[in-house]
């Protein structure tokens, strides 16, 4: 079975930083596609960042600049980098992760984690 842990969420000032992990274990033959989401109370889930395993990034707009994405391939895990945080931030953080389970010709199944609370107080 495949798991995704998230750590690192917490309550942080305005203008301060927290560092995400997400590491993903289990029968996982490779990860194509590791990211983040978040999801504030009423909204929608949406996209943060996500990585490529050959490091190509993309972020949401309201992010650029201030978080940061990165993984560690040996280790299956995908970290986010937040700095300059703003109360508009909060939101429960989740990982996602885009893999195959047993060859490059299986099918790729996404799987989540159970997610991680970031609260930005002003």
């Known amino acids: 079975q495949v798991q995704l842990v998230e750590s690192g969420g917490g309550l942080v000032q305005a203008g301060g930083s927290l560092r995400l992990a997400c590491a993903a274990s289990g029968s996982i033959f490779s990860i194509n596609e590791m990211g983040w989401y978040r999801q504030a109370p009423g909204k929608q889930r949406e996209l943060v960042a996500r990585?490529?395993?050959?490091?190509?990034?993309n972020y949401a707009d309201s992010v650029k600049g201030r978080f940061t994405i990165s993984r560690d391939n040996t280790k299956n895990m995908v970290f986010l980098q937040m700095n300059s945080l703003k109360p508009e931030d909060t939101a429960a953080y989740y990982c996602n992760a885009y893999l195959r389970l047993t060859s490059y010709s299986s099918p790729a199944y996404s799987y989540w984690g159970q997610g991680t609370q970031v609260t930005v107080s002003s």
């Open positions: 990585i490529q395993s050959d490091g190509r990034t």
